[in-house]
């Protein structure tokens, strides 16, 4: 008889089917375990206090604010016809009948909002017992109520005509001007009281004044521009106060730091702050907050319980039994421990200068200079990493100022960084894992969490890490920081920003490159470029000229290292960089020369990588303002009409005097040049000047393309700075003697309607200075050591032409002929428009206007010639229609017309190797 082995038994079907929808019947489970708490966890955290912040983000929004209103203001002075139409559209949407019948029950809504929307956002601050907030907020509401009616006050009694009728609107027959004070006051409370993202009445109540506004729109009770001016003004208010008085901070801090550390996978021990920050404290922290990120979601499928031996449950049967909820309370309140979950203590017994002294590190300090905050953490195994928390108001700091660089700068500046702060950290853990890919040595990023306005990125500590700067530069460091450099590019990463504090050592002497958040991981050219100078220049502000250029001849290519000295500018280097190439004078220029005579094809000119400097856009600002002010005083009027009556033959004589200028300045050239040269070869190159005036300053487009004329025709460099000196020299003299003898000869200076008070008290103060400069020997020391390289460059060539009378009187000749055609030139200007005045006094206004004008650092002179023309013939009694047309009739034949015959002779001469 053989066994037979019993029947496995059947498995037990699942109560839902694979896809978790629960199957037809009933199936009986076992009872479900209790969920069990967390475990508590205590921190010992050391940092600094939440304040009340000033938010770089508010001054933003305060400017884009003040620029709005600005733009409504403008609209409503020149565009008055096309507000009032657009008024006019937006109410017609209420018209006849309908607008009667419904005017009732929106005076009714504007007025409880009114009244409602103050009384709800104030209630709401003191229920929350944030007596400061509701006291700010009512101050705020207030003053937007008296700035409204005091530019209500401002308009009406200062006003231009043109803006009082782009923003008055008629109200029962009543004209007016219409700008609320109500909603200057209502949107300065809500400005103040917070963000709509933190406050649900805050939110709705902006709905509410949005809707009110619409309401007052449609209606015809203010215009569109007036509304949307009452609203930016009160939104400017409150903006301006809470940048002002600051705001409560919504960074992480205390619990909901160390929560988001251990929903990043950090069960914290010890957390310390590193960075610069005032009054740091210890605090001890405990909170039951689960390790990773949890789901708060529980899951109920639709079984019934199986029922017990001791007592089945039949039909009907019901089970009391208390469960626990997602808090670990059961269903009666009652709790496991009688201790809050969540606790933040000031911890007095903590040593703080023996915990900041052990967290501290050279590489990350308490005074190391950072865009975010830095702390030290500690796990509960021992384990220390590194967390960098990313804050939005310094993320919004850093946008302003990239985009400043965006705007000044060709391509260098970042492309990814933007406003937000979820953006940041994402895009600087796909730089740290991609570098990671690449073999770059990048520390490890552990885990991320968001809490509040921050971010928190968790990265492997680099034990004994020190900046580059505070180590002994051997040629194996230097070799080691070039290979990380070239890891990265080949796999298309650049780095943008390699500085002191971004190159760190470790313990065993190798290199890491931290801070990626402005890398890109598609890079161009341009910016693995400013890598390599990044490099080249910190290593040779650490380890000294020479020693960088070799350790950069080993890593890369010739052509590479070739590339670099263009690169090599202020602009390019982090700013570290620069202050530690600062101390070491020349260091940038002694770099462009090493590489130059390593590498004799490198170019030692600088890239154009700057669009403009402050000087730049100050000058320009300055030159705006003038030309706004000159054009105020004009009639245009007067301006057409001399335009309709010039006479076109005197103009196109305006053209042949202008180009004859230009033999004039080849014969200057030909005179002090050390070579033999060709007369129209020299008349062509200044032609082609003309091209590089258009971007270069009022007289150093034409010097620079003849020094490079000049060097290709052999003459060395000293020599050919020292002949363009020399000719820019000889034509000031000239001009400066020609405006002296003129005026002295004739008299005819007198015929100007300047006051001869100003001549008078110019020609003291001249003297006054130039005594003081001569007697004080300070300013004299300084205005001879402006003066001395001009001199020692020019005074041999002057020797040398001094010793050859025929050069002496050509160049001259040349340079007269010059001066004396560009008069002429403006003359006939003037001539096309009927008027005329005597040679002298033509001369005199020329050569005075046209020198004060080109002082101006403008391109080209371009503005600030023709604000000086303009202004010189109106003091000569020229009415100043005629004088403005004068001036840009002048410069189209002197600026504009010779562009195109420049540009093909430039392309001609640079064709044949002359440019």
Same mark, same amino acid.
């Given at each position: 008889m053989t066994d037979t082995a019993p029947a496995p038994e059947a498995a037990p %079907?699942?109560?839902?089917?694979?896809?978790?929808?629960?199957?037809?019947?009933?199936?009986? %489970?076992?009872?479900?375990?209790?969920?069990?708490?967390?475990?508590?966890?205590?921190?010992?955290?050391?940092?600094?206090?939440?304040?009340?912040?000033?938010?770089?983000?508010?001054?933003?929004?305060?400017?884009?604010?003040?620029?709005?209103?600005?733009?409504?203001?403008?609209?409503?002075?020149?565009?008055?016809?096309?507000?009032?139409?657009?008024?006019?559209?937006?109410?017609?949407?209420?018209?006849?009948?309908?607008?009667?019948?419904?005017?009732?029950?929106?005076?009714?809504?504007?007025?409880?909002?009114?009244?409602?929307?103050?009384?709800?956002?104030?209630?709401?601050?003191?229920?929350?017992?944030?007596?400061?907030?509701?006291?700010?907020?009512?101050?705020?509401?207030?003053?937007?109520?008296?700035?409204?009616?005091?530019?209500?006050?401002?308009?009406?009694?200062?006003?231009?005509?043109?803006?009082?009728?782009?923003?008055?609107?008629?109200?029962?027959?009543?004209s007016r001007v219409g700008i609320s004070v109500i909603f200057s006051g209502l949107a300065a409370l809500l400005t103040m009281a917070g963000e709509r993202r933190s406050s649900p009445v805050v939110r709705y109540s902006w709905v509410a004044l949005w809707t009110i506004t619409t309401l007052s729109v449609l209606r015809g009770a203010i215009p569109l521009a007036g509304v949307l001016i009452s609203v930016l003004l009160g939104r400017g208010i409150g903006l301006a106060l809470r940048y002002v008085f600051g705001v409560r901070d919504e960074r992480a801090f205390g619990i909901a730091f160390i929560r988001a550390l251990r929903r990043a996978g950090i069960d914290a021990a010890r957390v310390v702050r590193l960075d610069v920050a005032p009054d740091v404290?210890?605090?001890?922290?405990?909170?039951?907050?689960?390790?990773?990120?949890?789901?708060?979601?529980?899951?109920?499928?639709?079984?019934?319980?199986?029922? %017990?031996?001791?007592?089945?449950l039949g039909p009907g049967a019901q089970d009391d039994s208390p469960r626990p909820?997602?808090?670990?309370?059961?269903?009666?309140?009652?709790?496991?421990?009688?201790?809050?979950a969540e606790t933040i203590v000031p911890d007095p017994q903590v040593d703080l200068d023996a915990v900041l002294t052990e967290a501290s590190s050279t590489a990350l300090s308490q005074e190391a200079l950072s865009d975010h905050r830095l702390y030290a953490v500690w796990d509960t195994s021992g384990i220390r990493r590194d967390v960098t928390v990313l804050d939005a108001d310094r993320q919004v700091a850093g946008f302003v100022s990239t985009l400043w660089d965006r705007m000044r700068i060709r391509g260098l500046a970042p492309s990814s960084r933007d406003m937000s702060v979820r953006s940041a950290a994402?895009?600087?853990?796909?730089?740290?894992?991609?570098?990671?890919?690449?073999?770059?040595?990048?520390?490890?990023?552990?885990?991320?969490?968001?809490?509040?306005?921050?971010?928190?990125?968790?990265?492997?500590?680099?034990?004994?890490?020190r900046p580059l700067g505070e180590v002994t530069p051997t040629s194996g460091l230097?070799?080691?920081?070039?290979?990380?450099?070239?890891?990265?590019?080949?796999?298309?990463?650049?780095?943008?920003?390699?500085?002191?504090?971004?190159?760190?050592?470790?313990?065993?002497?190798?290199?890491w490159l931290l801070d990626w958040e402005d890398g890109e991981t598609i890079s161009s050219e341009l910016s693995r470029r400013m890598d390599l100078a990044q490099t080249l220049a910190l290593t040779a502000s650490v380890a000294g000229v020479e020693e960088a250029i070799a350790s950069a001849s080993r890593a890369l290519t010739t052509a590479q290292v070739a590339s670099i000295a263009p690169m090599l500018q202020a602009v390019v280097l982090p700013r570290s960089t620069r202050e530690a190439m600062g101390r070491r004078g020349t260091l940038l220029q002694?770099?462009?020369?090493?590489?130059?005579?390593?590498?004799?094809?490198?170019?030692?000119?600088?890239?154009?990588?700057?669009?403009?400097?402050?000087?730049?856009?100050?000058?320009?600002?300055?030159?705006?303002?003038?030309?706004?002010?000159?054009?105020?005083?004009?009639?245009?009027?007067?301006?057409?009409?001399?335009?309709?009556?010039a006479n076109l033959w005197w103009i196109l004589g305006a053209l042949v005097f202008s180009l004859t200028t230009y033999l004039g300045a080849g014969l200057a050239l030909v005179a002090f040049s050390p070579l033999r040269l060709s007369v129209w070869r020299c008349t062509e190159v200044h032609l082609a000047s003309s091209v590089v005036s258009l971007v270069a300053p009022a007289g150093m487009g034409g010097a620079a393309v003849n020094l490079r004329y000049l060097n290709r025709q052999g003459v060395s460099t000293a020599i050919g700075v020292a002949t363009v000196a020399l000719v820019q020299v000889v034509q000031f003299a000239v001009t400066a003697i020609l405006l002296v003898v003129v005026a002295a000869a004739t008299g005819q200076s007198a015929t100007l309607s300047l006051p001869s008070g100003w001549i008078m008290v110019s020609a003291v103060v001249l003297v006054a200075v130039a005594g003081v400069v001569g007697l004080v020997p300070r300013l004299r020391s300084w205005v001879w050591s402006k003066l001395e390289p001009?001199?020692?460059?020019?005074?041999?060539?002057?020797?040398?032409?001094?010793?050859?009378?025929?050069?002496?009187?050509?160049?001259?000749?040349? %340079?007269?002929?010059?001066?004396?055609?560009?008069?002429?030139?403006?003359?006939?200007?003037?001539?096309?428009?009927?008027?005329?005045?005597?040679?002298?006094?033509?001369?005199?206004?020329?050569?005075?206007?046209?020198?004060?004008?080109?002082?101006?650092?403008?391109?080209?002179?371009?503005?600030?010639?023709?604000?000086?023309?303009?202004?010189g013939l109106v003091a000569a009694g020229i009415p100043s229609g005629v004088a403005l047309s004068t001036a840009i009739v002048y410069r189209v034949v002197t600026f504009w017309i010779p562009i195109p015959a420049g540009w093909l002779s430039l392309q001609r001469l640079q064709k044949a190797g002359d440019l």
């Open positions: %079907t699942p109560p839902t089917s694979p896809v978790g929808i629960p199957r037809i019947g009933v199936t009986p %489970t076992t009872t479900p375990e209790p969920r069990q708490p967390a475990p508590r966890s205590s921190t010992l955290l050391v940092d600094a206090a939440p304040r009340r912040t000033h938010r770089a983000e508010d001054l933003l929004d305060l400017g884009l604010a003040v620029l709005g209103i600005a733009s409504l203001v403008v609209l409503s002075i020149y565009a008055s016809s096309t507000t009032r139409a657009v008024t006019n559209d937006v109410q017609n949407v209420l018209t006849g009948v309908l607008g009667r019948i419904l005017v009732l029950p929106i005076q009714t809504i504007e007025g409880l909002v009114t009244f409602v929307v103050p009384m709800a956002v104030l209630i709401e601050c003191l229920l929350r017992r944030s007596w400061r907030s509701a006291g700010e907020s009512a101050a705020a509401a207030a003053i937007g109520f008296a700035s409204g009616n005091l530019v209500l006050r401002m308009i009406n009694t200062w006003g231009p005509d043109s803006l009082v009728r782009g923003l008055t609107v008629a109200v029962s027959g009543h404290r210890a605090w001890r922290v405990t909170t039951q907050s689960p390790l990773g990120y949890t789901e708060q979601v529980r899951e109920a499928p639709l079984i019934i319980p199986r029922a %017990t031996p001791e007592e089945p909820d997602e808090d670990g309370q059961d269903a009666a309140g009652d709790t496991e421990s009688t201790e809050p994402e895009h600087t853990a796909l730089m740290t894992l991609s570098a990671r890919r690449a073999n770059v040595r990048v520390p490890g990023l552990t885990g991320m969490a968001e809490s509040g306005e921050s971010m928190l990125m968790v990265s492997d500590h680099i034990v004994g890490a230097l070799d080691d920081l070039w290979e990380q450099v070239r890891r990265a590019h080949a796999a298309g990463l650049a780095h943008r920003a390699i500085d002191a504090t971004s190159t760190v050592v470790d313990v065993s002497g190798r290199v002694e770099l462009r020369d090493a590489l130059v005579t390593l590498t004799p094809t490198a170019h030692a000119e600088p890239a154009k990588v700057q669009r403009f400097s402050p000087r730049t856009v100050i000058m320009a600002v300055i030159g705006m303002v003038a030309i706004w002010t000159l054009l105020a005083q004009m009639n245009f009027e007067q301006v057409s009409a001399a335009v309709q009556d001009t001199y020692r460059q020019v005074w041999p060539r002057l020797v040398w032409v001094l010793t050859n009378p025929a050069r002496l009187v050509v160049g001259i000749g040349g %340079t007269m002929l010059l001066t004396a055609f560009y008069i002429l030139s403006f003359a006939a200007s003037l001539w096309a428009f009927g008027y005329t005045l005597p040679f002298s006094v033509l001369a005199i206004t020329y050569l005075a206007s046209n020198t004060v004008g080109s002082v101006v650092p403008s391109p080209g002179g371009i503005g600030p010639v023709e604000v000086a023309l303009t202004a």
